[in-house]
């Protein structure tokens, strides 16, 4: 069955530092989404992206925070300087109709 | 704007007894409903999912949950709960589109007793 990948699995950075997290989404899926999940928390929504653009984005998602699909495979997602409240598992996720979740990175913020 | 309730935070049952999960949602047309769970340091689980149709839904492990429009509800239920249904439960509602995000509740943990 096919599914969403995220690579990586574990990320740890620095404060002040750029972090890129990468998501391979389902082959024939044409939405592509990001949340985060502070520890302990919900899952926020971010970010979904379609035809090569933002459709919506969510107040969390302000400068710092951009998406990208680089080519016909990835879509990543760039925090560009880190800060401590950054740190969080991020979940990416693709539609076609329904939305697929993949297994999440945990970003850590030193 | 769309937003869920699980208005229990923590539930503890007995192993082998039911369980009832409440979810609460507002939307403005038609919602798109769905229950994860999530173990400890673990992704999202689709549990079982609403779109249309049979109000009454039925889920892997075996999970159920109705939906039931004049109470905006979404209540998820399993009749005998086993020592590895232990994990947080997350409700969501969608949008009928396909860019339409997901918001989700804030969670119910669900202990189980031996």
């Known amino acids: 069955e096919p599914e969403v990948t995220q690579t990586p699995s574990h990320q740890v950075t620095q404060m002040g530092q750029e972090v890129i997290l990468r998501c391979v989404p389902i082959?024939?899926?044409?939405?592509f989404y990001w949340y985060r999940q502070i520890l302990g928390q919900k899952v926020e929504f971010l970010v979904s992206f379609y035809n090569n653009e933002i459709s919506e984005k969510s107040e969390i998602f302000d400068d710092q925070f951009s998406v990208e699909r680089p080519d016909g495979s990835n879509f990543t997602l760039k925090i560009r300087s880190t800060k401590l409240e950054d740190s969080a598992m991020y979940f990416c996720a693709s539609s076609v109709f329904e939305q697929f979740f993949g297994p999440g990175t945990r970003l850590t913020v030193l | 704007a769309q937003s869920v309730t699980q208005p229990d935070i923590h539930i503890t049952v007995s192993e082998g007894a039911s369980l009832e999960l409440r979810c609460n949602y507002s939307y403005g047309a038609t919602p798109y409903l769905f229950w994860y769970v999530q173990s400890p340091g673990q992704g999202l689980q689709l549990l079982l999912k609403y779109f249309s149709g049979d109000t009454l839904v039925q889920g892997i492990k075996g999970f159920e949950a109705e939906f039931k429009r004049s109470q905006s509800s979404f209540n998820l239920r399993k009749p005998s709960v086993h020592w590895s249904d232990a994990a947080e439960y997350f409700c969501a509602v969608g949008r009928d589109t396909n860019a339409g995000k997901s918001t989700f509740g804030d969670g119910t943990t669900l202990t189980v007793k031996p």
């Open positions: 082959s024939n899926h044409l939405y």
